[in-house]
Structure formats: structure tokens, C-alpha cells
């Protein structure tokens, strides 16, 4: 019998690619506050309309969803979410959550906490700074919001009178923001996997080519030193699940992260495209500690079509 799964986010520009790579595999419902935003080639009884994640009955609503339509494992791919849904994880009625433990979602969604951990840890990372210590920074310097996504407020900043008028444009207080040293080189958002014993089952890394808010056109790239980081990442933070790890890597070879995104990704189509299943790996008992590696390299190339009706 084939396993139901529901995603939610299911707007995301990777869902369409989803549906039709596992159509005979699993029953697939995508769930999103804007049923509009899914794309037309997934069947409407396919799709749920489902309330913000600020609502009061958001989480009543995903539950009723998930008894309601039988759901086996429940992906959720917002980060408004992800901290509600992850307190859930093998608690009675509610089906398997593919996001890593609630304790690692709040720290990586915070990208001031983010980075005083991985500091703490010793990993090499960029210098990060609330905003109000920008000035301990060379500029330009990245300046974003402590909590977002999508590249939403992300912003190069060349001098420090253009801070207050980058606060003026996004509102809020100084500790909302955070401030990063700018890393030149080629970005990488990488897919993790990890499977039910908490090891490490896949490791894809992508290479940025265009990118406007979401990836546009990318590849898979074999990469050494991303390797060697995440397994590292990985012994330490111990995160289950999935997650999308993105980062710089600088002409001499070193890995520097700059957001870890504790969910699927936009560019998860490309991670499924090798044939690898986190599904499977899910759900799979496997202690031997081989990691899969892609050998071939896909290509993403994303386009729009105008749908009118």
C-alpha cells in the first residue's frame, strides 16, 4: 500500500516537480494558506487549503487534516510552521513529522542564535553580530533579519550610515536584525538526510547558477569540503530528519554557512531527481554509516508558464 504524505508550503515552487516524480510512489496531498499559489498540474483533490501559521487553529486544522486524509509522514515546509509542528513528534494521533527536533528548529531559525552556536562549537563560520555591533565588522557587510526567509531583507550594506536608513525601510528594533561578515565565492545550498538512527544518509550539494528569492538555475556538485563540514555539523548538533544547509564556498577551499534551514527546500526537486528517496531513508534502520553521494550532476532550470482561465 502506498504511504500518504502531506506537505505543506505545497505553493513552493518545487512541489509540481514532486507530483510527478513520485506519482506512482506515493499519494501526495500539498497543503498551503494560498491554494492559488499550487501549481495547476497537481490534481485539485490533491490540494488543501489550510489556515497561516499565526492562526489559532492552525494546528487543529493539520491534525484534522492528517486523521482525516489517513497522512503517514507530514512534511512541513514553512518555517512559521516548523516550530509549532516539530513540539509533535511521536505524540499519539499526529503521523510522522519529517523536520529535525523542536530544540534544533528554534535554534537554527534564529540566525543570531544560529551562529553563536556553531561559534561555540568551533566550526568556521562568519563573523555574525547583532546589528547594533555592525561596526566591529569591515564593510560591506550582509545585514537580514534575525528570523526570515526566502532572502526576504537581505541587504548589502557599504557603510555604516546606510544602517539606520536600512532600519528605517524594514522597521523594528536593533536586536531584530543581525549583521554578517560578506563571504565571496560560490554559494551551495546543500539537502541532508538523515535516516531513523539518527545517521547521516545523504549529503547533496548544489550549485547556485541564478537566484531570485528562490533558486533558479542550479546543479549537483560533488564538493569534498562540504562533506567534511556537514559531518561535522552533524556530530555535533545530532539533528534529525532533514535539512538545508547553505553556504559560501571561498576560492581557497573553506565552507562558510550562512543559514541553516531546518525544512525542505525549494530545491529539493533536485535532490529527488538522483533517485535518492528521503522518504524511504526516513523510515529505514541502517547503522552501517554509508552516506550517499550523488555521482551524476542534474540540472535545475526554472521557468514560469502562464496559466489563464
Partial sequence: MMKKILFTGGGGAGSEYVARKWTDKYIMYFADANIGSISPSIKDDRKISIPMANSSNFIEEILFIC??????????????????????????????IMAPQKSFVDTMLDKYLCFEELRSKNLTIPKTFLIKDAHKLKFPIIVKPRFGRGSRGVVTINNSSQIDAYLSLYGGKHDDYVAQELILGQEYTVFVSINSDGKLSAIIPVKVGVKKGITIAAQIESVPEIYEYIKIFQSLFKAKSIYNFQCMLTKDGVVMPFEIN???????????????????????????????????KMHLQRSWVNFIN
Avoid at 73 to 85: A, Q, R
Avoid at 269 to 289: M, N, Q, R, V
Fill in 262 to 296: 531546518p525544512r525542505i527546500s525549494t530545491t529539493f526537486c533536485l535532490a529527488i531527481s538522483t533517485g535518492y528517496d528521503p522518504i524511504e531513508a526516513f523510515e529505514k534502520h541502517d547503522s552501517s554509516g554509508t552516506i550517499f553521494i550523488p555521482e551524476k
Fill in 67 to 96: 486523521k482525516e486524509k489517513k497522512i503517514d509522514i507530514l512534511v512541513p515546509g514553512v518555517d512559521e510552521e516548523l516550530s509549532l509542528i516539530s513540539k509533535y513528534h511521536d505524540k499519539n494521533e499526529w503521523p510522522q
